[in-house]
């Protein structure tokens, strides 16, 4: 699977440790930025760099980093056809995939470590859409709000 990760300065490392073990499980990593720890970008810039990869079809699935994992995962899930989800236990991560069929994880670099963010990021990977009936039609009804007026 082709996977963007994208991170800003506070998920700088994290999103480097994620990268080596992406690669690993045998995926093919595109980093889209930040390139450093120490120069401040905006969350949204990178989490936006994801979502785009997503709509493209370029990318399969993405992870972004933040300090949080909030701000990127709320400016990831405003791009239509963008399921972002934030997670920091696998249950959460596998069942997002499994049900929601969430298609960025959203991870906060000061809200897990590395060992567990390696482990939710593996159940994120390994996890796949179950195409239930009623998981389908959740979904529906979740892109028919992306099609509705803003008001």
């Known amino acids: 699977m082709k996977i963007a990760i994208a991170s800003d300065h506070a998920g700088f490392e994290l999103k480097e ?19 450093s720890a120490s120069k401040p970008v905006d969350y949204p810039d990178f989490a936006a760099k994801a979502a785009q990869e997503i709509k493209a079809g370029r990318s399969e699935r993405a992870l972004v ?49 590395v060992e567990l963010a390696a482990d939710v990021t593996r159940a994120y990977l390994s996890a796949k859409f179950s195409g239930e009936e009623r998981h389908k039609r959740r979904l529906e009804k979740i892109a028919a709000f992306e099609k509705e007026p803003k008001r």
């Open 65 to 113: 980093v933040c300090g949080s994992g909030v701000g990127a995962c709320v400016a990831a899930n405003k791009f239509s056809g963008v399921r972002a989800g934030l997670c920091h236990d696998t249950y959460s991560a596998r069942q997002g995939v499994e049900h929601d069929d969430i298609n960025i994880l959203c991870l906060g670099s000061r809200v897990i470590g």
């Open 17 to 35: 440790a994620l990268k080596g073990l992406i690669k690993g499980l045998g995926h093919e990593v595109n980093d889209l930025g930040t390139d």
